[in-house]
Each structure stands twice: as C-alpha cells, then as structure tokens.
C-alpha cells in the first residue's frame, strides 16, 4: 500500500514506515503530523484516484528531525565592472517516518 501526497508545493510517495524528506514543516521531533492532501491511493484491493484529493483519506507521520542540507554557493558578476558578490544558501528540510495511510475504499 502506498500514496501520493502532497506538501511544500511537491508530490511524494509515501509507504509505511518510509522516511521522507520533505520541506520545512512545523512541529516538534516526535510530533505527529498529518497530510490531508492526499492525491492517489494504492490498496491492496483497487487503486483511488482523486480529483485533485481524495476527500476522506490521511496519511500520519511522526517527525523524526529537522534539519538543513549542505551549502551551496551564489556568485554573481559583471564582467569589467569590478562587480562581484558571493552567497551561501542552505536550505531547511524536515525528515516524516509515515506511519499509517488511511483511505476508505
């Protein structure tokens, strides 16, 4: 059994006991969080397509940490003008053990 979920703007697979990887979600390590948005089901039975969400189905997760991934670095310059300017960017992730997907069929 697996779903297609959607958070942050971006669709991921979930199964249980999967860990993903998703953008910067509030709440404390070991919270449960719960995904409303769930786009596509795939049971044992049939799969449930949604239109865009399938209305009655959640997906829960426990947070397991928050974190940020690894530097990446900004340059900009304008040739001949003495012009240059360096920047850093990490960006802030929050890693989901999802524990169960609930749909009724």
């Known amino acids: ?24 979600l509030e709440g404390d390590v070991g919270s449960i969080i719960q995904f409303d948005s769930v786009r596509f089901v795939q049971t044992d039975q049939a799969p449930i397509v949604g239109s865009p969400m399938i209305p009655d189905a959640v997906v829960k997760g426990e ?17 001949r ?11 802030g992730f929050t890693q989901v ?6 749909a009724s069929v």
């Open 1 to 24: 059994m697996y779903a297609i979920i959607e958070t942050g703007g971006k669709q991921y697979r979930a199964e249980p006991n999967s860990i993903l990887q998703v953008e910067s």
């Open 63 to 79: 947070i397991i940490r928050h974190a940020r991934t690894r530097s990446i670095t900004i340059f900009k310059k304008k040739r």
């Open 81 to 91: 003008k003495n012009y240059r300017r360096t920047k850093g960017h990490r960006q």
């Open 97 to 102: 053990r999802i524990t169960e997907i609930a």
